[in-house]
């Protein structure tokens, strides 16, 4: 791991431009580069069944003009299934990506204790000076917090970097809330194509579609109403575009 030179520490840069910089550097570490699966084993769930009812949907809808080879269901059981290795073992990889750079961020500020223990005190003093913490209270904070290096690493990564590191699930748990997001999707829909041909598919898919929305969006605290409005209008759309474009062939 290449780690800066213990000759400039903020390379050129004040401390509050360095903290600027580094709480950027934390809140990379911590985003979802992809974009779909947000942190959680309920949230990954969540967010892959809603994306195997719109799979299934707009096969469903390409079924309406094209024939699949043999049975539809069989067809939509082996793409079910594919989806799933493939939404199980995306979330794991994304899920140690993200792991690889907080620890990497985690072992970049321990060196930096190790080595720069009188930069360290420049940022934490900056950083609980803005608190509100002045004179004699100010030095007694820092002396404490300087006298343990775990307890100072804890501080300076949910301080300075904005990381909260109990907030991080393991990456298997969260594949495997994505396995049975894909999973109970695909039952349900699986279940409506059988139990009505004509119009269980879609119904499940909306209803599966429904049901993930909001619970992403109570764990994201976001409004119900708005946001499922929104899945279902747009899933609305996604159906009928490939429905009129499939007519257009």
């Known amino acids: 791991m290449s780690l800066p030179p213990p000759s400039d520490h903020f390379r050129g840069k004040s401390v509050v431009e360095h903290?600027?910089?580094?709480?950027?550097?934390g809140m990379h570490a911590a985003h979802e580069v992809h974009g779909t699966e947000m942190p959680g084993h309920y949230a990954a769930g969540a967010d892959a069944a809603k994306e195997t009812a719109i799979y299934l949907l707009i096969l469903w809808v390409l079924s309406l003009f094209i024939s699949f080879p043999g049975s539809l269901g069989i067809f939509l059981c082996l793409f079910s299934a594919g989806l799933a290795i493939w939404k199980t073992g995306r979330s794991a990889l994304l899920g140690w990506a993200r792991m690889e750079r907080l620890h990497r961020l985690i072992e970049e500020e321990r060196w930096e204790i190790q080595h720069h223990r009188a930069q360290e005190r420049k940022e934490l003093a900056e950083m609980y000076r803005a608190k509100g913490f002045e004179g004699k209270l100010l030095e007694?904070?820092?002396?404490?917090?300087?006298?343990?290096?775990?307890?100072?690493?804890?501080?300076?990564?949910?301080?300075?970097?904005?990381?909260?590191l109990e907030a991080?699930?393991?990456?298997?748990?969260?594949?495997?809330?994505?396995?049975?997001?894909?999973?109970?999707?695909?039952?349900?829909?699986?279940?409506?194509?059988?139990?009505?041909?004509?119009?269980?598919?879609?119904?499940?898919?909306?209803?599966?579609?429904?049901?993930?929305t909001i619970v992403s969006a109570k764990i994201e605290k976001n409004h119900v109403f708005s946001v499922l409005l929104w899945h279902l209008a747009i899933a609305s759309l996604v159906a009928g575009a490939v429905y009129f474009l499939s007519q257009m062939r």
């Open 168 to 212: 991080y699930e393991h990456p298997l748990r969260q594949s495997l809330g994505a396995l049975c997001g894909v999973l109970v999707s695909a039952i349900l829909c699986l279940f409506g194509l059988w139990a009505n041909p004509d119009f269980g598919l879609p119904l499940c898919a909306m209803i599966v579609l429904a049901a993930a």
């Open 140 to 164: 007694e904070v820092l002396d404490v917090l300087m006298s343990d290096d775990n307890r100072l690493l804890k501080v300076m990564l949910e301080e300075e970097l904005g990381l909260t």
């Open 19 to 25: 903290l600027k910089e580094a709480r950027t550097k």
